[in-house]
């Protein structure tokens, strides 16, 4: 994990949906590639399983992919890290 977040491509931004496959990320406005990309669609299918997948909408996270985004959607993702958790309530 370490190797992935010293050396690999990310994004910031803040999780909208979370789906089985995929999370639609919408990135946060100071990160060098939103204005390309101001929303992603992230799989969830990571190469490091050890990354945070609990995720819930307004999740701030982190994503660390290949660097290549086609159609809106980061494919190869290598790592997911939860930066920011949204206010849960508990009941």
């Known amino acids: 994990m370490n190797y992935v977040i010293g050396n690999e491509p990310s994004f910031v931004g803040t999780v909208e949906v979370v789906t089985d496959e995929y999370v639609l990320v919408n990135v946060?406005?100071?990160?060098?590639?939103?204005s390309d990309h101001p929303n992603i669609q992230v799989s969830l299918d990571v190469e490091l399983k050890d990354s945070y997948l609990d995720l819930s909408s307004g999740d701030e996270i982190v994503v660390y992919y290949d660097g290549s985004i086609i159609d809106e959607k980061a494919e190869t993702v290598y790592a997911i890290t939860l930066r920011t958790p949204a206010n849960r309530e508990t009941q």
Do not use: G, L, T
């Open 28 to 34: 946060n406005d100071d990160d060098a590639i939103y």
